[in-house]
């Protein structure tokens, strides 16, 4: 018997050092210390089991219990990141709120659906115009945008009234790709950040409103990637696994660079209302979030609701650890300054892409 617990002793205190270890995760920069960011996606599972400790050790009638109590302690405060309650998806009626303005921020994918969907880019397409002519928001910040041929997906758009776009790319006939920036209100100012960064500056009335649309750098896993993920995910770590794990501490590394050298002067110097929207390819209790948090606020923490995930990777299921190659997680944000605040939040369901769109509402404080 005391072998067993000394077995089980030494487990616990292993999950536990992993859940504290993703608290410096937001503290430390990945460039001084990765351990703590490569570990902050494991903090849902490190939690989990260190839940099921705490049970095993009260199932026993030991003191042990406690050791994982005090770490969920300590760490509790991160579950806000995955899960809130008491947010609302109802976009209020505009009479009550003039001042409010409507986003949609979405990587589309190029319209190419998630890896297990049959449909065409032109398909995909379509349905994209569909649901954004039954949504109608103000501004579309887009990215991964391609129209394909045979959908005019920019002309139809300018036909629903978004008139005013611009692109961190376009071709030589002014048409917008890759990140880019739809909008129904006036746009007077254009800065492209970099190549797939563009904040636009938008008139509300006579109010000016900055939108950024950003997609930072990616992971640009390939198939042996996904199957060494998979592998991992089942506890078989291998020699080629390296590979892969390289891959994602340069894609962190880049994360810091971004923020360090594009966004955060946009981010520290704005003295107008700022709106954040994209897919940050990091987790809520990243490095980067943390960065982006200290000078911003989240809207699905201010009117989230449930456990939402945006990264639709293959498959249905909406679990942080899915069935299919990539864990799932929310990776698709809006920030916004103290000039706004969050009136509702929405993730929508499709499969127009291999990320899911969310909706926020603002209102621009007088």
Request: hydrophobic share 40%.
């Amino acid at each position: 018997m005391k072998a067993i617990r000394a077995i089980l002793l030494t487990i616990n205190l292993l999950l536990i050092a992993g859940l504290l270890l993703t608290t410096m995760a937001g503290t430390v920069s990945p460039s001084r210390m990765m351990l703590p960011s490569l570990l902050a996606y494991g903090y849902l599972p490190l939690l989990g089991a260190n839940v099921l400790m705490v049970v095993v050790w009260a199932m026993m009638k030991r003191w042990e219990a406690l050791l994982s109590v005090a770490a969920i302690a300590v760490r509790w405060s991160m579950v806000g990141l995955f899960f809130q309650v008491g947010g609302t998806q109802k976009v209020p009626p505009r009479a009550e709120h003039p001042m409010m303005v409507t986003v949609m921020s979405y990587n589309v994918h190029q319209f190419q659906g998630p890896e297990d969907c049959p449909m065409s880019s032109d398909s995909n397409a379509r349905s994209f115009l569909s649901l954004v002519s039954e949504e109608g928001p103000d501004v579309l910040c887009l990215q991964e945008y391609a129209a394909p041929k045979t959908v005019r997906v920019t002309d139809s758009l300018v036909l629903m009234g978004y008139n005013h776009y611009y692109g961190a790319h376009a071709t030589g006939r002014g048409v917008p790709y890759g990140t880019v920036v739809f909008s129904r209100l006036p746009i007077t100012y254009v800065n492209r950040l970099d190549n797939t960064k563009i904040l636009v500056e938008i008139l509300k009335e006579d109010r000016r409103l900055h939108v950024c649309s950003i997609h930072m750098d990616s992971y640009r896993f390939d198939a042996t990637d996904r199957e060494e993920i998979d592998r991992m995910r089942h506890g078989e770590v291998q020699e080629s696994s390296r590979r892969t794990l390289e891959k994602v501490r340069e894609t962190i590394l880049s994360h810091q660079t971004e923020w360090e050298q594009h966004l955060r002067p946009v981010v520290q110097e704005s003295t107008v209302p700022l709106v954040l929207a994209g897919d940050m390819n990091d987790i809520p209790n990243s490095w980067l979030y943390n960065q982006i948090d200290k000078e911003m606020t989240d809207s699905y923490r201010e009117e989230g609701f449930g456990f939402v995930t945006t990264y639709n990777g293959g498959d249905e299921q909406l679990l942080p650890i899915g069935s299919g190659w990539l864990p799932k997680f929310r990776i698709d944000m809006v920030f916004h300054n103290e000039g706004l605040r969050t009136l509702s939040y929405r993730r929508i369901k499709t499969r127009i892409s291999d990320h899911y769109p969310i909706v926020v509402a603002l209102e621009v404080k007088e």
